[in-house]
């Protein structure tokens, strides 16, 4: 009989990597999508579930021995919620708890919950660990960090493990966040504006993180592990700007902007400068104890998310056409 495994948010930009993944190696796979939505996940048992109110999360975990949460509320680029911190709250942290209680209550040994290093906050000097103090300063991030922190209450003496799985900015194909804007506009050209060109961040291929938790999958442990999970080497933007460049065909370009005019605000976007800024993590704690090391560098993963973004963009063009 092929392992069953549970996954939330299954439809979304990471859960159609894993979901593949799982199912190429044979095992049975049980997709939560949100209800309403009309989601397909092809190959999967796909159940409507809301993790929120925990409706259909009961059937929807049945003889599952494993199940992967990936389902949240993430980065909003236009807030409209009057408050924030309240509504990631609600996903966040009290659906986690209704995913995990769920599961609990159907018998499932293994939990893995993907979180942020933003449970850690959003700056710090030198490399960051497991062993760092954690300062989230947003509401993504404290939603994060208290998820992480009610898995830990909920597992203990329940004979469940847990996995905890923090993660970098994720970037490959089907993601919507601030790479895909990186690639438009290398795309189209221009110029890319740098404050501190020679400053390093930690990101992770979407197919790294599939890598890792089917990893952790196969892996026995017990009570709760928290594992920081990103690629094998840290980034200047001026890399990464030139590795999407070099894929699209295009030469790279740089628009030098000094320190003082990005403080002053309004010299570009705060999502850019989210991308430009510096903020390192190590991975040694999860390639020591469980033996993983990512399989994917930053040329191939860029290239797959830009060949991703071509065909996006000619299907686009084509519907309009």
């Given at each position: 009989?092929?392992?069953?495994?549970?996954?939330?948010?299954?439809?979304?930009?990471?859960?159609?990597?894993?979901?593949?993944?799982?199912?190429?190696?044979?095992?049975?796979?049980?997709?939560?999508?949100?209800?309403?939505?009309?989601?397909?996940?092809?190959?999967?048992?796909?159940?409507?579930?809301?993790?929120?109110?925990?409706?259909?999360?009961?059937?929807?975990?049945?003889?599952?021995?494993?199940?992967?949460?990936?389902?949240?509320?993430?980065?909003?680029?236009?807030?409209?919620?009057?408050?924030?911190?309240?509504?990631?709250?609600?996903?966040?942290?009290?659906?986690?708890?209704?995913?995990?209680?769920?599961?609990?209550?159907?018998?499932?040994?293994?939990?893995?919950?993907?979180?942020?290093?933003?449970?850690?906050?959003?700056?710090?000097?030198?490399?960051?660990?497991?062993?760092?103090?954690?300062?989230?300063?947003?509401?993504?991030?404290?939603?994060?960090?208290?998820?992480?922190?009610?898995v830990r209450k909920e597992v203990m003496g329940s004979g469940m493990h847990a996995t905890i799985l923090?993660?970098?900015?994720?970037?490959?194909?089907?993601?919507?966040?601030?790479?895909?804007?990186?690639?438009?506009?290398?795309?189209?050209?221009?110029?890319?504006?740098?404050?501190?060109?020679?400053?390093?961040?930690?990101?992770?291929?979407?197919?790294?993180?599939?890598?890792?938790?089917?990893?952790?999958?196969?892996?026995?442990g017990s009570g709760v592990s928290t594992y920081i999970l990103k690629d094998r080497e840290d980034y200047?933007?001026?890399?990464?700007?030139?590795?999407?460049?070099?894929?699209?065909?295009?030469?790279?370009?740089?628009?030098?902007?000094?320190?003082?005019?990005?403080?002053?605000?309004?010299?570009?976007?705060?999502?850019?400068?989210?991308v430009t800024g510096s903020l390192r993590f190590s991975s040694a704690k999860i390639e020591k104890e469980?033996?993983?090391?990512?399989?994917?560098?930053?040329?191939?993963?860029?290239?797959?998310?830009?060949?991703?973004?071509?065909?996006?963009?000619?299907?686009?063009?084509?519907?309009?056409?």
């Amino acid at each position: 009989m092929a392992v069953k495994i549970a996954v939330t948010g299954a439809a979304g930009f990471i859960g159609s990597h894993l979901v593949p993944a799982l199912l190429k190696r044979g095992w049975s796979v049980t997709a939560l999508v949100e209800p309403g939505l009309g989601e397909k996940v092809e190959g999967a048992d796909v159940v409507e579930a809301d993790i929120v109110s925990g409706e259909g999360l009961g059937p929807a975990f049945r003889s599952a021995e494993a199940v992967v949460h990936l389902a949240a509320r993430g980065h909003v680029l236009k807030e409209r919620a009057k408050d924030p911190l309240k509504e990631y709250r609600r996903v966040n942290v009290e659906g986690t708890r209704n995913v995990l209680r769920c599961g609990l209550e159907a018998g499932a040994k293994l939990f893995i919950p993907l979180s942020s290093v933003k449970a850690m906050g959003e700056e710090g000097e030198g490399v960051l660990d497991e062993g760092s103090a954690c300062s989230p300063s947003t509401p993504y991030g404290i939603s994060k960090w208290e998820s992480e922190e009610a898995v830990r209450k909920e597992v203990m003496g329940s004979g469940m493990h847990a996995t905890i799985l923090r993660l970098p900015m994720v970037y490959g194909p089907g993601n919507k966040g601030n790479f895909p804007r990186m690639i438009h506009w290398a795309d189209r050209g221009l110029p890319f504006p740098v404050v501190q060109p020679d400053n390093l961040r930690s990101m992770v291929y979407v197919g790294n993180v599939v890598a890792g938790i089917l990893t952790i999958l196969g892996k026995a442990g017990s009570g709760v592990s928290t594992y920081i999970l990103k690629d094998r080497e840290d980034y200047t933007v001026r890399a990464v700007y030139s590795a999407v460049c070099k894929s699209l065909g295009k030469k790279p370009r740089f628009w030098g902007i000094p320190g003082w005019a990005v403080r002053l605000g309004g010299t570009f976007s705060g999502d850019l400068r989210k991308v430009t800024g510096s903020l390192r993590f190590s991975s040694a704690k999860i390639e020591k104890e469980l033996g993983f090391t990512p399989q994917f560098s930053l040329e191939e993963g860029v290239g797959r998310t830009v060949e991703w973004y071509k065909a996006s963009r000619k299907q686009a063009l084509g519907q309009i056409l």
